[in-house]
């Protein structure tokens, strides 16, 4: 079996507006002998690494194409992000929105929806439209807008109750208020999904992923507001409860597949030559919260012996592929490391900022 050595790539994000430089480390894991700089005990060493443990503790060596299935874990109602109080807490300046082109996930459209529509639609089908996650994108359409932008709070219906006229829909959700109303209150939650929801519609109802251009209100996955400038730890801005860790399925499996997709080839552009995506959003490092990052699989860890970097600040993720975990060999003392695991490491620095205030 073939395998190269996983390189760490510095990749991005030299940010001004923050008040720590940061710096973002991805490695991939691609087979044999990647090694870090990092005396932790955790630096991957040359194991096997041919053969992919699955969840179970079985392993999947030798059985030849059945690779694992990408799952998610069930979610579970009451799990929550905790305050990390065992963190060591990082002083991060406020960085406001930014307005940018922005992707979206398709499953956090999708999880607005059953937010505002799901007690009735996802859970329930009331009028005859029920929708789940593998049917957003065939049945949710131009109807469910027109529905939210309506100010009408009861069509008119004859006597066997078919609506007189087909293009009036009542405003959903059915107890909230008219559209004109909702328009006058520029915090209503559900105009900003409507844009959303809108622009989703325009690209074509894609299934993972689309645009929310600067002008339709986009803005920088990476703002800090406030409340995660106070919450910001070396990991990360909460500890999330194993009931909410890696429940989302369709962009995790997407992201596992890319990455497994993705060879480094030398005689490539220079992003070929590096073989990872090109800018962060496209990794698994989307945000900075750290709740919807654990949804992704995404958790934040730190050794036990971490490496002095000029005195910066460290934040680590590690995504392990889904249905794999890492293994640690009590015996040899080494871990296990599926392929395609990725690592992230973003550094902080302390900036003097324009004012001449150390941040
Ligand atoms: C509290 C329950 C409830 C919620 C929440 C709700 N709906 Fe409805 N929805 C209904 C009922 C009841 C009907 C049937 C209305 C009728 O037949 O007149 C309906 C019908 C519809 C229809 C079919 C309309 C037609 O005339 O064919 C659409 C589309 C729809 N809802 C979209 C939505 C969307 C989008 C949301 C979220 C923004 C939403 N609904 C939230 C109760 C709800």
Not at 91 to 112: E, G, H, I, K
Request: aromatic share 8%; net charge neutral; charged share 25%.
């Amino acid at each position: 079996m073939r395998a190269r050595a996983g390189g760490e790539v510095i990749v991005m994000n030299r940010s001004r507006a923050l008040s720590r430089l940061l710096t973002v480390a991805i490695a991939t894991l691609l087979g044999l002998g990647s090694c870090f700089a990092e005396p932790n005990g955790l630096g991957p060493t040359a194991t096997g690494g041919t053969d992919a443990l699955s969840e179970g503790g079985a392993s999947a060596g030798g059985a030849a194409g059945s690779g694992p299935v990408c799952t998610a874990r069930a979610p579970k109602r009451d799990a929550k992000c905790n305050p990390a109080t065992s963190g060591e807490p990082l002083l991060v300046r406020q960085v406001s929105d930014t307005p940018q082109d922005t992707q979206v996930f398709v499953d956090d459209l999708y999880a607005r929806f059953a937010n505002y529509c799901g007690s009735c639609h996802v859970q329930n089908s009331l009028g005859a439209f029920h929708v789940t996650r593998n049917t957003f994108s065939t049945d949710v359409d131009d109807k469910a807008l027109k529905a939210i932008e309506s100010d009408t709070q009861t069509c008119k219906k004859d006597s066997s109750g078919n609506k007189l006229d087909a293009s009036c829909f009542d405003w959903m959700p059915p107890t909230g208020k008219s559209w004109s109303d909702r328009q006058k209150d520029p915090s209503d939650p559900v105009v900003g999904f409507a844009t959303l929801l809108d622009t989703w519609i325009q690209q074509g109802r894609p299934v993972d992923i689309f645009t929310l251009p600067a002008d339709k209100g986009g803005k920088s996955p990476y703002s800090i507001n406030l409340g995660f400038s106070k919450m910001w730890t070396n990991i990360g801005t909460c500890v999330p409860d194993e009931g909410m860790v890696a429940t989302e399925l369709t962009q995790s499996c997407a992201l596992d597949d890319r990455f497994a997709a993705m060879a480094r080839k030398p005689d490539g552009t220079p992003q070929e030559q590096i073989g990872l995506p090109n800018t962060l959003e496209q990794t698994d490092l989307f945000s900075f919260d750290s709740a919807r990052l654990a949804t992704y699989g995404v958790i934040a860890y730190v050794p036990a012996y971490p490496l002095w970097s000029d005195s910066a600040a460290k934040l680590r993720y590690v995504r392990v592929p889904r249905g794999q975990s890492i293994k640690y060999d009590s015996k040899t003392k080494q871990f296990d490391i599926p392929k395609n695991t990725r690592f992230y490491k973003t550094f902080f620095r302390k900036v003097i900022d324009f004012d001449g205030v150390e941040r």
